[in-house]
């Protein structure tokens, strides 16, 4: 699926909720942050960080489209928008709340379900077809909409497949733009002129797109650490983690959708298929073996409040209060251990990247 403007839900309830909502581009292993390991995982040299060189990623260009299109984004956020009553007819430009499963070949779409997920009713390259067919569906009304997935689409075995969505259109609101130099804008922006506005896009789009650069690059780093980690991860330890991941993610919705145990396990089986998912659980399993090993060689230790400085980042994140979040913790001590081995996670990054040298972008 595609996600044009993910809702926050009703609170996250786990720590791959967390992930979900941007905490990672890259989320670390779910076997690694246990405090449990039923598994037995591989033992792991620390990779050797000698002479480690990465170029810098060059930040992208800010040109007269990404200020127009950031812009547009403003002033949807500040439209005035009338919420639809139960039967009122969804209309293109609306603002819709979802409940989406893909079907594909008489299997679920891998990734394709999806609850209380927020979006824009207009065309969408990556599904063309999909919005446009809410234009005229009605508020609380469930249906389904047929269309070819397209040779861009994420799962690489479903392209040029028929598929099939079931959405359950739960809310929506209708949008109402104001102008570009509406006096009733400005004053909502609160930035100035319409000339102030737009020297504040180009200033936050700048530091996006350096906070992009370094993030590009650090993932260039870790994509070096793990070439340069020796290890071998059996098939069953990727399905396992896999399976995790499935269970946190996936998992919990169809069991609300009643879904029977043979459906559950066709819904799993088509995430331990996909070859992109696979490949991916093999490089976080690699890198948090390789960085827990590093770790451990180095002696990376939390700085004083690491812990806390994580807790405010995720309740930020997730839209959950920082007192429920530390409660949550204190109920459940393998999530509060989860947390705080993803502090420790991210500090041993800090302090690979403190030993790598960086060159200018090529």
Known sequence: MTSQNDSKGGGARSLAELHALGIMKRMPASMSLGSTEPVSLPTVQAPSLEGLTVALRAP???DEQS????FDVLRRQH??????L???????????????????NGRLIPFSARENWRAEVAPDALLPGFFEALVGAKV????GIELTLPDTYVVESLRGATA?????????????????DSPVLLERLGLGTLTDVMAHLGDTLARER????????QERVLDEVVARTKVTLTPALVDEEIRRRWAEVERPMLIRKDFQPNELQEALEGWLREPLTRADAERRLTLALALRAIAARDGVKLAKGAVDALVDDLAALSGVSRQDLIRAMKEDTLLAKRVEDLALHFATIDSVMRRVSLTPPT
């Not at 200020?67 to 950031?70: D, G, N, P, Q, Y």
């Not at 009122?88 to 430009?93: A, M, Q, R």
């Open 60 to 62: 992208g260009p800010i």
């Open 67 to 70: 200020l127009v299109a950031r």
């Open 79 to 84: 439209a005035d928008r009338r919420v639809r």
């Open 86 to 104: 139960a039967g009122e007819v969804v209309g293109l430009g609306d603002e819709v709340l979802l409940e989406v499963l893909g079907f594909a």
């Open 140 to 143: 609380g009304q469930s249906f």
């Open 164 to 180: 099939r969505f079931l959405l359950d259109v739960k809310a929506a609101s209708e949008m109402k733009l104001l102008e570009d």
């Open 210 to 217: 350096t906070a992009e650069m370094d993030r590009l690059t």
